[in-house]
């Protein structure tokens, strides 16, 4: 055995042998969930309770996972040794048991009958190691900590002793009980995440990411800078359905990263800005990230109303962006991209009725208020049957992709559905130990009732735990740890949630471990540490805006409407000034003192009028003189221009 390769001699049944039954599984895993967002059992007159369709859900998710996952990461599979075949099939068989039992075990956790502990067991450790197998020892290691705790809690001293629990009874409990693996988690990735990703995978089948990508170049590429303006909104449009911000990077940076460097631009800052903006995608509404499904779940509220509170922030973040992207190419004199580069309008429009799917997905999220996955399969459909009827570019997809994009979602979710239900492992030990309770307030102890320490101290809290994190394994710790916290000291709930998750995003971009900068520089064959640096600064508003919503919630479009008309105007020149301090250029080149004054008055127009009492007069003050910066700038460089003339 090879280090590149694993049982390419060993023992073992070959890949090409297993495919059918592989692409089966992950067939039967999407249409499952189809079916069950469709209430398909109800109109056949079948009960089931949830957690059974979870747990059929996990079934298939867990065997696919030790039928294509080697066992050493670094190794491809081209042979499944028996040994991971075996774990297949007892994945499939105590999860399905599990399932099938469901109704009367689950009355059995705390009798602890060996019918109950077993399989809960088996199943545990099952999805530690695939877990493992799929996202690395990070997870895996916090998620050991947890159940380590729940059997020995009571040697933990102070505040954060918790309640020991008999290791048959704690087995049961994570299995079966709807606060364990089979929790909300999992609910949320079997039914929202599944159907999101089959409509993203379907857009790359009929062509509507390229489609995106066209339109990006064709409204851009004519501009200064235009493969990074391109870069950004191309990958803005496509994170948002990715959920993944490192499966954005290199699903989009392979085409804008290269785009960038031969516009002349370095490599660590193509690198970064791709980053930046596909980690930006998953906090950019209508769609979002899988997190921001589960946020809804969590704080009981619709899906519309996160959207709507996270629409400003998002906006924030993408100007802060484009406007550095802009002032950087005319700082560096970056041409736009070539006419022969640029698709024709043309050809562009022939695919509008992408948009079309997108209409119908806000229509049934919003007006019909459909639940999130029914709304997504609608989109779906209509994008099926316009990319049918109507292709682009000269190219219709055949049903035949179509029945592949079933089994490519079911193979695309895996690693979201193992980490759902390690997340439920996580919060089952919360709810168990009483854990959760004394760890807000140690929390709130230690920030000594302070909002802004407590703040503070979070912020690094999101981004360690964040650090080599995916995406939803971040959001779920932060909003079960450090979230409860926050909203006890009287922050607001939605907003302490969006905190947790920006400060958990921006761990991808973050140094010592940034996921997605890292990912990024790997295409453009960058320094990483250097493109993770770059990163920090392209994204400081993710830093900055967080804060600011926190202390007033005008931005996340809580309060009067005046003062939310008000902090979103002043908070967009708020963003303008510091963007163009971080650039070093507005109309030219800005000279040091200029940069530290575009900066300050930047900072003072950002923070809302009612953040705190005199908030309004840092305002007037930052917004009267960031326009007086701006004009003296604006003057001095026509002065310049007068004068080369004569």
Known sequence: M??????????????????????????????????????????????????QFFAAILACALTLAYLTLPARRATTRRR?????????????????????????????????PPAVWVPGLIVTLLVLEALRRATGMALVVIIAVFLLYALFGDAIP????????????LAGYMAYDSNGILGLPLSVASTVVVTFILF??????????????????????????????????????????????????????????????????????????????????????????????????????????????????????????FIQADLEAARMNIAP????????AASVLRGLHFVLSFAVLIYALFVLRWQPERAALLAAVALIITSLALGYQGVRPSLADIFRGLSRTGHAVVEIILISAASGLV??????????????????????????????????????????????????????????????????????????????????????????????????QAPAMATGLAAMRFGWSAYVIPVLFVFSPTLILIGEPLDIGVAIVTAGIGVWLISASLAGYFSARLSMPMRLAFAVCGLAALVPGTAFEGAVISDILGVGGGLLLMASEVRRKRQRLAESVV
């Open 2 to 51: 090879s280090d590149s390769s694993e049982g390419e001699a060993g023992s073992g049944l070959s890949l090409r042998v297993l495919r059918p039954v592989i692409d089966g599984l992950a067939m039967l895993l999407t249409l499952t969930a189809i079916c069950w967002a469709f209430s398909v059992p109800r109109y056949l007159g079948l009960g089931f309770y949830p957690q």
């Open 80 to 112: 499944v040794p028996w040994t991971d075949l075996a774990l297949a099939l007892a994945s499939f068989v105590s999860v399905g048991y599990i399932a099938y039992g469901y109704p009367e075990l689950v009355l059995l956790i705390f009798s602890r």
């Open 158 to 169: 102070g505040r954060l002793s918790g309640r020991p629990q008999n290791w048959q009874m």
């Open 200 to 321: 993203g995978g379907l857009l790359s089948i009929t062509g509507g990411s390229r489609f995106f990508t066209d339109a990006a170049m064709l409204c851009m590429g004519g501009f200064r800078g235009g493969s990074m303006k391109i870069a950004v909104l191309a990958s803005g449009l496509f994170g948002s359905i990715s959920g993944s911000a490192v499966a954005n990077v290199v699903g989009t940076g392979v085409i804008t990263i290269p785009m960038i460097k031969r516009n002349g631009y370095p490599a660590h800052k193509a690198a970064a800005i791709e980053a930046v903006a596909s980690t930006g995608g998953q906090l950019m509404p209508p769609v979002m990230g899988a997190s921001a499904f589960l946020m809804s779940e969590f704080l009981a509220v619709p899906y519309s109303t996160i959207v709507m509170a996270a629409l400003v922030p998002a906006i924030l973040y993408y100007v802060a962006l």
């Open 337 to 344: 991209v070539p006419k022969s580069e640029i698709p024709s």
């Open 427 to 524: 919060i089952g030990v919360l709810n168990v130990t009483g854990l959760s309770f004394n760890l807000t307030y140690a929390l709130v102890q230690v920030g000594g009732g302070n909002a802004t320490v407590l703040l503070a101290l979070s912020a690094v809290v999101c981004i360690i735990l964040g650090m080599g994190l995916p995406t939803l394994g971040v959001y779920v710790l932060l909003a079960a740890l450090v979230a409860p916290a926050l909203i006890q000291v009287g922050i607001e709930p939605i907003a302490a949630h969006l905190y947790v998750l920006y400060f958990g995003m921006m761990s991808m971009i973050t140094p010592p471990i940034a996921l997605a900068a890292f990912a990024a520089a790997s295409i453009a």
